[in-house]
């Protein structure tokens, strides 16, 4: 083999190594950092939905704001309360028992903090619900930060 060859062999190799180190090595680490939830396909679908509707929520309570129609906002935030958990927890016993302490704590306090910002909603005070509505995003950022749900084999 002569020596640009050699060249062309080496500079692949070295290529393909830092390639895989930018690509590959980030994305595992950063699944190995987060906890994996264990849920059937169904209840791992359920919780997705119920994650969609709080996305709904937050969407729909800063179009309010924005167009002055805290009604709206007020009846988003409340949607997403704890009157959301009650009716999820009668129907689906097994579930919550499957969720971690520290994850259903977390959920609990994100709803409850929907119901508090209904409440602030109604003062019409628009720095003092941007920063309620900070608090509470803050513990969606945080959860999904620590934990990942995968559905069982
Ligand atoms: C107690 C933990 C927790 C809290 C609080 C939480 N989430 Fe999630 N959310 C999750 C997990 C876990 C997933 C799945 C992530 C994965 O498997 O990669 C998820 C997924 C989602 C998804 C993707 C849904 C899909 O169809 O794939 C959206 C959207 C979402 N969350 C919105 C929110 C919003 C908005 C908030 C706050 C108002 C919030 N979540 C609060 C844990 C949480």
């Known amino acids: 083999m002569n020596r640009n060859?050699?060249?062309?062999?080496?500079?692949f190799y070295f290529f393909v190594f830092s390639a895989c180190f930018f690509v590959c090595k980030p994305k595992t680490k950063?699944?190995?950092r987060r906890v994996v939830i264990f849920l059937t396909k169904e209840e791992r679908e359920l919780v997705l939905r119920e994650m969609r509707e709080l996305l709904r929520s937050v969407h729909m309570i800063i179009y309010g704001i924005s167009m002055g129609d805290y009604d709206l906002a007020y009846l988003y935030a409340k949607s997403s309360g704890m009157e959301m958990v009650n009716k999820l927890s009668a129907v689906e016993k097994t579930l919550l028992l499957k969720l971690p302490g520290d994850f259903k704590k977390l959920g609990f306090e994100t709803h409850?903090?929907?119901d508090e910002l209904a409440e602030v909603i109604?003062?019409?005070e628009n720095q003092k619900i941007m920063n309620n509505l900070a608090n509470l995003l803050s513990r969606c950022v945080s959860c999904h930060d620590t934990y990942s749900i995968q559905a069982e084999k």
């Open 122 to 124: 109604k003062s019409r």
């Open 5 to 11: 060859w050699m060249r062309a062999f080496l500079f």
């Open 30 to 32: 950063i699944e190995d």
């Open 112 to 114: 409850k903090q929907f």
